[in-house]
């Protein structure tokens, strides 16, 4: 199977877009001289464009029949309702069990007679509201109204009768349902502080997987993401609804890869579901993907492994190649540039023992081949550092002298290297849009400019980190805050000149509808 995960990108996803602009007097590039240089650029403006994700997995409440024995038409089911209407000695029992049956009938019809389906829909509606208004009724004649308001699209009526299931019956698997999706409805209209309300006192549970679904949405909208991350375990552990597997799924991707889960664990609640070595391939290898996408790159690399191992052989080759050419690319924006040449060639091996492999994975190959190295080599040259020449080379090693280039050492140029930093930065850009997704939650109109400021040291680490606006606790300024700390972690390219390199990341930050 395969699940959905929706795919982020910037308008600045590779190196065209964050090309430096010309030096200047305003931001200079100085020119290697001597034994020190500092070097002072900016790169962009760089549009970030975040998603607000919305939950979508809750499914609607199940209507449940009610018919009478023998069975009754719909005409003599509704003259029997009418008739207890006025029927002042009829039981309690009596006018309950008339009344579902004729709400089971009228959602039977609106089924099968579409032109007429609203409006049987109202009518049973009615009915059950009747009952409501002049009897303290059971459950199942309460979840029987929001269904059928459900149903016909009623979102004031099914609040109601959600609303009467939590206040009667709210320790009862009727009363988390109908909290779940109370919070649900909020969530999906984006009021989150009415969701949080709806959830108050409640915790997550495999018992409850509907309501550890909405806790686990309404904290990741919060920013608690290591609440979140144990309620979504919850909910995918205890799931039954099949019809909304993969909503659910898609769910778990977004706010596992997102909170402070591991590969390994996240990999661990997958197969712990999922028996089949094919399914827990597909799964596993989605969540590498998400981590991707939620800038964990390193995780992303790992996950691929564990994919792999997941499938206990039951993959085909092609998949095996694509995703080993997916973990060259996760190294590479993860800047962990010795395990690139590895995953080409894994990839590389299932291919050589592989006659019947398309064309396509082999030009697949061939050309990842050619981009990380022309990636590497082009570093490389600018920095000198040797980690990436050794990367380079070890890739030109792979190509077997098709069109393997060689590194060469060069002096070393302010601007070159400016060059190789964009570069490198452009692969790191969605750490930094996964930044704003997190405030975005939130605060979804959130949007405008950011500048991030990072000093460079001789070795490429990211010795200061500082922002416009300045780092704080809501709106830019937490996207701020989580982008220096986020920078921060960075091992960019060294250089073989002492000084500072000091970078300007212009950028745009805008939701995307």
Partial sequence: MIIAVVAVTGAACGPKAVEPPPAGPDRPVEPAGGSTADITAELGPITLEGLVFTPEALPPPAMLLVRARPPQTLAKATAAWMKLQTDTRASKAKRVTAGQILATLLFEEAGRVPEQKRERLIEAISAIQALT?????????????AALAA?????????KFDGELVRRFPT????????????FAHLRAGRNAEATS??????PSEKNPGLAYVIAWSRFRAGDRVTAARAIEAAARGWTDAAYRDPLWR???????????SPADAAATIGAVFTRPADRFAIVHQLSLAFGFAGRAEGAAAAIDLAVNAGAGDVTKGDLVRARLEQASFAWAAGRVEDIAPALAAANTVLDGCSDCSPAALGGLEAALETHG??????ADASQDERYVRAAAAIDALRKGSAAGTSTKKDFQGKAYVDALARVLAARLQGLQACYEATLQAEPKLAGPLTLSLEIDGTGAVQGASSDPAAGTSGLSAVAGC??????TWSLPSRPMKGVSRIKLKLVLASKP
């Fill in 133 to 145: 208004a002049t009897l303290e009724v059971d459950a199942a004649t309460l979840e029987m109204g």
């Fill in 151 to 159: 149903a016909a699209g009623d979102e004031d009526a099914a609040a």
């Fill in 172 to 183: 009862q698997k009727a009363g988390a349902a109908a909290q779940a999706r109370i919070a």
């Fill in 198 to 203: 709806a959830l108050a006192g409640s915790e």
């Fill in 251 to 261: 769910d778990y991707l977004v706010i596992a890869s997102r909170s402070d889960v």
């Fill in 374 to 379: 022309d990636e590497l080599r082009a570093v």
């Fill in 483 to 488: 982008m220096e700390q986020h920078a921060r």
